[in-house]
């Protein structure tokens, strides 16, 4: 069973930067992509963004466009999310995941979830 271990949440003033990663904790790790999702206090669950394991292919949710930055080191199991120019709006908790299989729609149907790590961006 593959665990997805999240880190590097924090507060921060608003203008700054973050970096997240997640960790998968099997030795053999290939998944078809990888994403970032985050929940806002009292709001749903919402894709921010992704990238294909074996291409490097980056997908990004349009209030994210520009400022987040999603990239992966296969020799570590490992996906980080560069967040930077932080505002109030991207606060939330953040969540990593992995999807086992191809699927057209690369916000949905994730196979394992981290547990998340909390971003609060103060003003």
């Known amino acids: 069973q593959v665990q997805l271990v999240e880190s590097g949440g924090g507060l921060v003033q608003a203008g700054g930067s973050l970096r997240l990663s997640c960790a998968a904790s099997?030795?053999?790790?290939?998944?078809?992509?990888m994403g970032w999702f985050r929940q806002p206090p009292g709001k749903e669950r919402e894709f921010v963004a992704a990238?294909?394991?074996?291409?490097?292919?980056?997908y990004y949710a349009d209030s994210v466009q520009g400022r987040f930055a999603v990239s992966r080191d296969n020799a570590k199991n490992t996906m980080y999310l560069q967040m930077n120019s932080l505002n109030q709006t991207d606060t939330a908790v953040y969540y990593c995941?992995?999807?086992?299989?191809?699927?057209?729609?690369?916000?949905?149907?994730?196979?394992?979830w981290g547990q998340g790590t909390q971003v609060t961006v103060s003003s």
């Open positions: 995941a992995a999807r086992k299989y191809y699927y057209r729609d690369y916000t949905a149907s994730y196979n394992y």
């Open positions: 990238i294909s394991w074996s291409g490097g292919v980056t």
């Open positions: 099997v030795r053999t790790f290939s998944p078809n992509i």
